[in-house]
């Protein structure tokens, strides 16, 4: 009896000890509320002011502190005069889709003069990610960090460090970028380039009118600072590179890495990198520098450095070095493939993972660019792109085109029909030498709202293949509501026969945002466990302009906690 008893009490007392554990798991998980204020801003840069596009007035917009397991209410009042949305940029939106952001994908606009309260929580992810407007190009001034603490009482599977500094790379336009890229629309030419690159918000030393606001960070003899590096550019990948410090490589798109160390990193937009900076220098002033990595042969890029200056506190610098000048990194070539690929294929996970080994769906998704021909009795200041056609993008031929009357995810909900159809191509419709000299005949997309559908909780590889129409370039490639293993890379033409002995399933990195080698191929898995209308795109705003992207619709599983929530009472109407 004795017995019994004594077993009674144990189970009561571990079932007191779980409810505890559980209230003080739920006591620490706190709720952030924020107010985004979309509006227009008087902006200097490069000795001109312009009227751009901010949140609460600051550019870049304001950073957003969490730990994993909060949640974010963020209402969003329009006071500008467009259209706009707000994207959670890597955040899983674990049965909320209807906060994810992207424009007529997951929701219509929030109108000028509305507003929208965007509600959702992080689960699972630490690091660093961002928000930006998902809507034309206003992301060029409307973006800000989000970094995931661990849960408190957690730690870093690193050394804590003294500092912590989000380091947002951006472009800059002397003009406003709505009406860039309404031009480009207009004229089916390219978009003018950019006029600057900036280190938060500021273009840097090397530029005119710029040299008094440069961005410095302080870092104290000896201390450890984390470096949150975030792409927040529009259309360009960057190096970005520290003189004369070693940088450690220890998390990538909230999710942790295997710790390497490099001299350069390499983001294209939408990527996030955590790294570790020593100050184990001579005490001085040197540069943080970025410029672009330029891979399409024969494009116009935007050429300038964008610079901010790591200042030692010492009291030999404070007086000696702000009358010296810091000292400029060595950055690489422009189109210094090698030492981009070298940097991405650096990439692990801290431990062996969980890769879908069964497939329930393999893609195979051409991904590039394209020629439209000039539409009849369309006049030719409309068709201003070479030989008097009109730039187009693709993923496996279609040209994708947004609904303007719903959004993706409303109409899937409400059984709209008419909005978009579910026969996205899972293979190209033609075969070809994908990366050599591709024939004209298929220089040409379809345009179209086409998207594929999975079942909840399918096992999905996807095949991305670069292709040379028109001219080959690296694309990064970022997939909405999901994070991904990158399992492979290389350059050429895929070849399931040989190039499946390349397939990393031990450790691969998990990533939201992959950068799709020049000329090149590579193969993500992810399982489909979050119902809803998905986007994945190329994360360079003029590519995604021209169509380069396609959608999976998850659909719901059999439980309700695998099912797509019900869709808020402010939801944006069109």
């Not at 009896?1 to 620490?28: D, G, Q």
């Not at 590519?543 to 999976?552: C, E, N, P, Q, R």
């Amino acid at each position: 009896m004795e017995v019994f008893k004594s077993i009674a009490n144990t189970s009561s007392s571990f079932f007191v000890i779980c409810i505890l554990l559980l209230f003080a798991n739920a006591a620490s998980e706190k709720t952030h509320y924020h107010d985004f204020v979309i509006q227009a801003t008087p902006v200097k840069r490069l000795c001109k002011t312009s009227n751009a596009i901010t949140v609460n007035g600051q550019y870049p917009g304001p950073t957003l502190e969490v730990n994993n397991g909060d949640t974010l209410v963020v209402n969003v009042v329009n006071n500008a005069r467009y259209n706009v949305t707000i994207h959670w940029h890597g955040v899983r939106q674990m049965r909320t889709a209807w906060a994810d952001g992207p424009e007529f994908i997951t929701q219509c606009p929030i109108r000028p003069g509305k507003s929208y309260t965007y509600r959702f929580t992080i689960q699972g992810q630490e690091g660093t990610l961002w928000w930006h407007a998902h809507s034309s190009w206003l992301r060029a001034t409307v973006y800000g960090a989000l970094i995931i603490h661990p849960k408190e009482g957690g730690n870093y599977p690193f050394p804590k460090p003294k500092r912590e500094t989000p380091i947002l790379l951006g472009e800059w336009w002397n003009t406003n970028p709505i009406d860039v890229v309404r031009r480009a629309t207009r004229t089916g030419a390219a978009p003018n380039v950019s006029d600057a690159y900036t280190i938060n918000g500021q273009p840097g030393d090397l530029y005119k009118c710029s040299r008094q606001d440069t961005t410095i960070v302080h870092m104290d003899s000896g201390e450890t600072n984390l470096l949150r590096v975030i792409n927040a550019g529009l259309n360009q990948q960057l190096f970005f590179t520290v003189a004369n410090h070693k940088l450690t490589v220890v998390g990538a798109d909230a999710n942790y890495v295997k710790p390497f160390t490099t001299s350069v990193l390499m983001l294209g937009p939408g990527q996030t990198t955590d790294v570790l900076i020593k100050a184990d220098q001579t005490p001085s002033r040197y540069y943080m520098a970025a410029r672009a990595y330029a891979s399409a042969q024969g494009a116009p890029f935007d050429n300038t450095t964008t610079t901010a200056i790591l200042e030692y506190n010492t009291a030999s610098c404070s007086s000696n070095c702000t009358t010296t000048n810091p000292i400029l990194p060595s950055l690489p070539a422009y189109n210094d493939t090698t030492t981009a690929t070298a940097f991405t294929t650096k990439f692990r996970s801290p431990r062996k993972v969980e890769v879908p080994t069964e497939i329930d769906e393999n893609l195979f998704i051409t991904v590039g660019l394209g020629l439209e021909n000039c539409p009849t009795g369309v006049p030719s200041s409309n068709c201003q792109g070479p030989n008097g056609t009109r730039f187009a993008a693709s993923m496996n031929n279609v040209s994708f085109v947004l609904p303007s009357n719903f959004s993706l995810l409303q109409a899937h909900h409400q059984g709209i029909p008419g909005v978009f159809s579910t026969d996205f191509p899972a293979v190209p419709p033609v075969k070809f030498n994908y990366t050599g000299n591709v024939s004209r005949s298929l220089w040409q997309p379809i345009r179209g709202t086409k998207l594929y559908k999975l079942k909840y909780g399918a096992r999905v590889q996807v095949v991305l293949q670069g292709t040379g129409i028109f001219t080959a370039e690296n694309h990064p490639i970022h997939l909405h509501g999901y994070d991904f293993y990158i399992i492979a890379e290389g350059f050429g033409n895929f070849n399931p026969k040989t190039d499946t002995s390349k397939f990393n399933l031990v450790d691969p990195p998990l990533r939201n945002t992959a950068s799709l080698p020049v000329n090149g191929w590579t193969v993500i898995r992810f399982v489909a466990d979050n119902p809803g209308v998905w986007i994945m795109h190329c994360h360079l705003d003029v590519h995604i302009t021209w169509g380069l992207a396609m959608a999976f619709l998850v659909e719901n599983g059999v439980s309700e906690l695998e099912s797509l929530e019900a869709p808020p009472v402010d939801f944006p109407v069109c």
